[in-house]
Structure formats: C-alpha cells, structure tokens
C-alpha cells in the first residue's frame, strides 16, 4: 500500500472512502475532482481512496503514466503523482481490504479523539 498526506493536516469530523480501480478517475477532469476533494475537507470530511489495483491488470496502477501538454512540450508523469497531496491506499489483494481499513480507522479514530482532549 502507499499513502499520502497526513491525517493530521486538518480537523476532521467524519470519513469518506472512495473506493475504485482508479481507470478513468478523472474522466470529468482533474480540477473537478481536486474542487470535490477540497470542498469535503471544507466541510470536515476526510476523503481516503482505496484504489483496486487488480494484479491481472496487464500494468499495475503503480507503473501507469500520465500524458499531458505543457506549453506545447509532450509531457509524461506516473500516475499515482495525481495521489501525492491525498491519502490513499493500493490494495492489489482484495483480501487485505478489512487489514487495510481497520488500520485506516484506527489512525482516523485517533485524530479525532486527540482532537477533543
């Protein structure tokens, strides 16, 4: 699994999980999906993507690229660079999704209870 940024950045009130394959996560467009995001956070909401990472894949969602144009220039990034700023967590074994949730928790229980002391 990876992660992103810390549950500690902001103070939180409840919990989203966004659970996906990640194909086609910003097919209404990138600036759609981060207002989406920051607009939950705007309201206390902590958003975690669980990302499918199906090994019969032919490529892993760690190995995928990203194309885009900047200033004309073809430009290439890994795709998990859109995940930086977020947290997140790779299962490539669907079995390990309670494992992976349950330590999700805890750490969300964590903060939200540092918070009131």
Same mark, same amino acid.
């Given at each position: ?40 956070? +705007?309201? =206390?909401?902590? $958003? ?6 199906? !090994?019969? /894949?032919?490529?892993? *969602? @760690?190995? #995928? ?19 930086? +700023?977020? =947290?997140?967590? $790779? ?6 999704? !309670?494992? /992976?949730?349950?330590? *999700? @928790?805890? #750490? ?10």
């Amino acid at each position: 699994g990876g992660g992103g940024g810390g549950f500690g950045a902001m103070p939180v009130s409840q919990l989203l999980f966004v659970i996906s394959d990640s194909d086609n996560l910003y097919q209404e467009g990138q600036s759609k999906v981060e207002q989406a995001v920051h607009a939950l956070a +705007d309201r =206390n909401i902590f $958003v975690v993507f669980v990302i499918i990472d199906n !090994p019969a /894949k032919k490529h892993s *969602i @760690l190995e #995928q690229k990203k194309v885009s144009f900047v200033q004309g220039q073809v430009r290439t990034d890994d795709y998990m660079d859109c995940f930086r +700023d977020k =947290n997140y967590v $790779v299962l490539r074994d669907t079995t390990t999704l !309670p494992e /992976k949730l349950s330590d *999700i @928790l805890r #750490q969300w229980f964590e903060v939200v209870n540092s918070r009131r002391d």
